[in-house]
């Protein structure tokens, strides 16, 4: 028996006889297993902050006008204010276009290994490109990008503050970087979960403890884990055995597409768990509804562990701990179109 299991299986068994020695061997060992989110945004290599990128970045977030149609900004699928997430199964694209999978959230993401579910932007800057130039979502091209940018006179003097030391600012790849930064500052710090592996012992109820004991002890934690509880690794969605149809679609191998490798197939970056109270529907195709549902699908397909309905109400209990502060961003005021700004093309 590995040291993991037999210290989890002494932490579930003091919990239940009340010894106050198991609290403090449940804190450390949930302090060595997973990190609480900082404060601060963390910086993004080669693509240095300054709050006029920032304030930038946030302005182009809510553009619609990026969008071919005028009517799709990077907040329609991942909203400020509902978790970061659409709330749908799948997202509605260019022309009520369905996206594929379930759109993950925008919060932590900076904190993940790579972005998509199948890992195929390697980070913020690269994901924050591919839904504009993406027939069913934004449905633009890179050039237009910037002929619509240039083609509304406020955003002349908004990209130079932005990159002062550049002659054109208005390029496809600040517009990018601009984006990244703004969504690198979506953190949800200050969790009841961050504060309880920052010392706290009482910012988790005793339903909550016993949760995380049974999460790390179930062997949820092998593969959700870290800052943000997940989003660090690629796994294949059915370990032991595989859910139906309607969530594991065949159709859809996951990596399987980015990489070719055989080894791949049905196989998805782990995603966060953090705020996940806040982010149904579930899993890459969005068709589980249900916390408690989800758990239980997880136990039985990735760890082949039948949970009962109270284990399954304490891991949610746990989960619950896991919503932070959710970032309180002023909505920016647009610079409005003139007469020959590109118009839409619905």
Not at 178 to 191: M, R, Y
Not at 269 to 290: C, E, M
């Amino acid at each position: 028996m590995s040291s993991i299991k037999l210290v989890s299986l002494m932490v579930l068994a003091s919990l239940a006889t009340g010894q106050a020695w198991s609290q403090t061997a449940l804190m450390k060992q949930a302090q060595g297993l997973f990190k609480p989110i900082p404060a601060n945004a963390p910086p993004l290599p080669g693509n240095a902050a300054t709050a006029a990128r920032v304030e930038l970045g946030k302005m182009l977030y809510f553009e619609p006008r990026l969008s071919e149609s005028h009517a799709i900004s990077c907040n329609s699928c991942h909203m400020v204010g509902m978790g970061g997430v659409d709330l749908q199964e799948t997202s509605l694209g260019h022309r009520w276009q369905h996206g594929g999978r379930n759109a993950p959230t925008v919060y932590n993401a900076v904190f993940d290994v790579a972005q998509f579910w199948d890992g195929r932007a390697k980070d913020l800057e690269q994901q924050a490109g591919g839904p504009l130039v993406n027939p069913v979502e934004m449905d633009t091209t890179e050039a237009h990008v910037v002929e619509q940018l240039k083609g509304i006179p406020g955003y002349a003097a908004v990209f130079a503050r932005a990159y002062p030391a550049v002659p054109d600012p208005i390029t496809f790849d600040n517009v990018r970087k601009a984006i990244a930064l703004f969504e690198a500052t979506l953190t949800t710090p200050n969790a009841p979960f961050d504060r309880y592996l920052q010392g706290d012992e009482k910012a988790l109820d005793a339903n909550q403890k016993e949760g995380l004991a049974l999460f790390i002890n179930k062997g949820c934690a092998a593969c959700h884990n870290g800052i943000n509880v997940g989003g660090g690794m690629y796994a294949p969605f059915g370990v032991v055995e595989r859910p139906g149809a309607d969530i594991l679609p065949p159709g859809d191998k996951g990596r399987f597409a980015v990489t070719k490798t055989v080894s791949d197939e049905y196989v998805f970056r782990v995603p966060s768990l953090r705020n996940i109270a806040l982010t149904a529907p579930y899993f890459h195709t969005g068709k589980v509804w249900d916390l408690r549902q989800a758990v239980a699908i997880m136990g039985s397909s990735q760890l082949g562990a039948k949970l009962s309905d109270e284990e399954v109400g304490k891991i949610e209990g746990f989960l619950g701990a896991l919503t932070g502060d959710q970032p309180k961003v002023a909505l920016p005021i647009l610079p409005p179109s003139v007469a020959t700004t590109p118009q839409p093309k619905p």
